[in-house]
């Protein structure tokens, strides 16, 4: 072993102790406490699973833990180089955005249908039309083939562009448009 401690001789006697305390719902480590010399709680509670000890009786004598109350967020103090009318236009901005429900713990991801309603939807971009006698299929993919996908893989309407590709990738003009977005100069 590693630490210094000697590993309890378990004892019909110490036996008998650790099944009548645990039964009278005391904990571990009070087990451990009470029959002491070297006793620790992880040696209890091995004990008790090669036992199978696992009906034990509540605990009469020690009052119900509290739960801690929900953390708030501290409120901010607007400094004073902030005008008025600042203010004004903040809470409103504040009042419009959806408010999220407080969760905690297990509820976190708990199905909200409220939270559906609120969530954003992309508005829908309006696809190139391909013809059908246009549409390729994996096979007939080649490098000067546009590659971009169209539908639902698993589904059997599933196609590729199949327009001429552009010299610097496998999309056409207008799926490289798509995939690849230019960042304003005004925004860097």
């Not at 009052?63 to 708030?72: G, N």
């Not at 590659?147 to 169209?150: A, G, N, R, S, V």
């Given at each position: 072993m590693v630490s210094g401690a000697q590993p309890a001789g378990w004892t019909d006697e110490r036996v008998e102790t650790l099944k009548k305390l645990w039964m009278e719902g005391l904990s571990a480590s009070q087990i451990a406490g009470q029959l002491g010399e070297g006793v620790t709680r992880n040696a209890v509670i091995g004990k008790v699973h090669r036992l199978k000890l696992s009906?034990?009786?509540?605990p009469t004598?020690?009052?119900?833990?509290?739960?801690?109350?929900?953390?708030?967020?501290?409120?901010?103090?607007?400094?004073?180089?902030?005008?008025?009318?600042?203010?004004?236009?903040?809470?409103?901005m504040r009042s419009s955005m959806p408010q999220r429900p407080q969760t905690m713990g297990a509820t976190a991801l708990a199905h909200n249908p409220e939270m559906e309603q609120q969530?954003?939807?992309?508005?829908?971009?309006?696809?190139?039309?391909?013809?059908?006698?246009?549409?390729?299929n994996l096979l007939q993919l080649s490098e000067s083939t546009c590659?971009?996908?169209?539908g639902d893989p698993l589904h059997k309407d599933f196609y590729f562009c199949g327009q001429h590709s552009l010299e610097s990738g496998p999309y056409c003009e207008f799926h490289s448009k798509r995939a690849y977005h230019q960042v304003d100069k005004k925004r860097r």
């Open positions: 009906a034990r009786a509540k004598n020690s009052t119900p833990r509290a739960r801690p109350a929900a953390r708030t967020a501290p409120r901010r103090v607007a400094s004073p180089s902030v005008g008025a009318s600042n203010m004004g236009s903040a809470s409103k969530l954003y939807v992309a508005p829908a971009v309006q696809e190139l039309f391909i013809p059908e006698d246009k549409r390729l590659k971009w996908p169209i």
